[in-house]
């Protein structure tokens, strides 16, 4: 549903002060706006902040300063996705990846690979009509992770393999086979070239053209490897249960950036300016690392076990998921907390944001895919409304 939020209230308490300097009394006032849905009807809701401004003269509505108070302050909660499909995985979702149309991949425990399509940006709410991208033909082992690319989807699993997918084609054009464990994660750099880690404790880099490995590092702790690429300058991030992370490029044989941490990491993502790179923590901490300065900018207190993190398309936004908790989605310059999406009771596996920078997709332990429908703070237009009632 499409949720529209209004400015409904504007209180303005005018008091008397009187000074001994002056022939007449001062008015002060105190313009008290509350923000809340219209027409919320279970969706969302805003919750209610009062801001105080004070303005020497009252009919000085000081519209900018309500605005950008309000679109700053302003906590939204999120209680109902705007699509759900059951079912999809149905021992569970393990991974989800968004392409630049829209379209929605999920891999899972049943060895399958589903897509998503009729993606309608003009129009809300879209609706998901569900696809086999790769059905088994006498079932498979699990899918654990997902890499989205361009032309190429790159998936890797318990049989130990990394396989490449042409998306248009629907149909895998290569296997990649070296590992001797399951593969838990894997990221795509620029088309023609993959990432993987897995639980023998190795990240190894491939050429999908040739098939050849080019590298091939020692991870991070059994069994927690985590790895992304980066598609704009081939970079790609490592990191684990060792509390270390690495940036590494395809041409430096070691890391270009490595930082030490005193907790173990299951969780990292890089925003696509490549100016940060999140990192989420077993024990509930979120550390933002500034690529530029080399520094930990920022530390956010989840206060639950991270098990997936997703920057917005301009790196602005983090969204947080600690499976169970309410996934928490965080200003990136401040680290103030916008909102709260309080998901199915069902485990949430993965959780993602998507190219159009108002929704999130998630996957969780039962199955499911949700796609939620994230309103645009920045678009609240309520100035005419601030005016009227003042």
């Given at each position: 549903?499409?949720?529209?939020?209004?400015?409904?209230?504007?209180?303005?308490?005018?008091?008397?002060?009187?000074?001994?300097?002056?022939?007449?009394?001062?008015?002060?006032?105190?313009?008290?706006?509350?923000?809340?849905?219209?027409?919320?009807?279970?969706?969302a809701f805003v919750a209610?902040?009062?801001?105080?401004?004070?303005?020497?003269?009252?009919?000085?509505?000081?519209?900018?300063?309500?605005?950008?108070?309000?679109?700053?302050?302003?906590?939204?909660?999120?209680?109902?996705?705007?699509?759900?499909?059951?079912?999809?995985?149905?021992?569970?979702?393990?991974?989800?990846?968004?392409?630049?149309?829209?379209?929605?991949?999920?891999?899972?425990?049943?060895?399958?690979?589903?897509?998503?399509?009729?993606?309608?940006?003009?129009?809300?709410?879209?609706?998901?009509?569900?696809?086999?991208?790769?059905?088994?033909?006498?079932?498979?082992?699990?899918?654990?992770?997902?890499?989205?690319?361009?032309?190429?989807?790159?998936t890797g699993g318990y049989?130990?393999?990394?396989?490449?997918?042409?998306?248009?084609?629907?149909?895998?054009?290569?296997?990649?086979?070296?590992?001797?464990?399951?593969?838990?994660?894997?990221?795509?750099?620029?088309?023609?070239?993959?990432?993987?880690?897995?639980?023998?404790?190795?990240?190894?880099?491939?050429?999908?053209?040739?098939?050849?490995?080019?590298?091939?590092?020692?991870?991070?702790?059994?069994?927690?490897?985590?790895?992304?690429?980066?598609?704009?300058?081939?970079?790609?991030?490592?990191?684990?249960?060792?509390?270390?992370?690495?940036?590494?490029?395809?041409?430096?044989?070691?890391?270009?950036?490595?930082?030490?941490?005193?907790?173990?990491?299951?969780?990292?993502?890089?925003?696509?300016?490549?100016?940060?790179?999140?990192?989420?923590?077993?024990?509930?901490?979120?550390?933002?690392?500034?690529?530029?300065?080399?520094?930990?900018?920022?530390?956010?207190?989840?206060?639950?076990?991270?098990?997936?993190?997703?920057?917005?398309?301009?790196?602005?936004?983090?969204?947080?998921?600690?499976?169970?908790?309410?996934?928490?989605?965080?200003?990136?310059?401040?680290?103030?907390?916008?909102?709260?999406?309080?998901?199915?009771?069902?485990?949430?596996?993965?959780?993602?944001?998507?190219?159009?920078?108002?929704?999130?997709?998630?996957?969780?332990?039962?199955?499911?895919?949700?796609?939620?429908?994230?309103?645009?703070?920045?678009?609240?237009?309520?100035?005419?409304?601030?005016?009227?009632?003042?």
């Amino acid at each position: 549903m499409n949720v529209r939020y209004i400015a409904i209230a504007l209180t303005i308490i005018s008091t008397t002060l009187v000074s001994s300097d002056s022939p007449r009394p001062q008015r002060q006032g105190i313009h008290k706006v509350e923000l809340r849905t219209l027409e919320a009807q279970g969706d969302a809701f805003v919750a209610a902040h009062v801001l105080q401004l004070k303005t020497n003269q009252l009919n000085v509505p000081l519209l900018k300063e309500v605005e950008d108070k309000l679109i700053k302050e302003c906590y939204i909660h999120f209680r109902k996705p705007q699509t759900r499909i059951d079912d999809v995985h149905p021992s569970g979702v393990n991974g989800i990846g968004v392409h630049e149309d829209g379209t929605i991949f999920s891999v899972g425990e049943d060895g399958t690979i589903k897509c998503f399509s009729n993606y309608l940006p003009t129009k809300e709410p879209r609706s998901l009509r569900e696809q086999f991208f790769y059905k088994p033909e006498h079932g498979g082992q699990a899918l654990l992770s997902l890499a989205v690319g361009q032309v190429l989807l790159a998936t890797g699993g318990y049989n130990n393999k990394v396989r490449l997918w042409d998306i248009e084609k629907k149909e895998c054009i290569q296997t990649l086979s070296g590992h001797t464990q399951q593969v838990a994660s894997v990221g795509l750099l620029n088309g023609n070239k993959v990432v993987s880690a897995t639980s023998d404790n190795t990240v190894k880099l491939w050429d999908i053209e040739t098939a050849q490995l080019i590298r091939n590092h020692l991870g991070h702790g059994h069994p927690e490897t985590r790895v992304i690429g980066v598609k704009k300058n081939d970079l790609y991030v490592t990191t684990g249960w060792d509390g270390v992370c690495k940036i590494h490029t395809l041409t430096d044989k070691k890391p270009i950036h490595c930082k030490h941490f005193d907790c173990p990491f299951r969780a990292v993502a890089m925003n696509d300016t490549e100016t940060y790179v999140a990192l989420g923590a077993f024990s509930g901490m979120v550390y933002l690392w500034n690529i530029p300065t080399d520094t930990i900018e920022a530390v956010v207190n989840y206060q639950s076990p991270i098990t997936s993190l997703s920057f917005n398309c301009q790196g602005t936004q983090l969204l947080v998921n600690g499976g169970t908790k309410p996934l928490g989605l965080y200003d990136v310059a401040t680290t103030d907390e916008l909102g709260a999406i309080i998901p199915h009771p069902e485990f949430v596996r993965e959780a993602v944001m998507a190219p159009s920078n108002n929704e999130v997709i998630l996957g969780t332990g039962d199955g499911a895919i949700e796609l939620w429908q994230v309103p645009k703070i920045g678009n609240l237009q309520i100035s005419e409304q601030i005016s009227q009632l003042s």
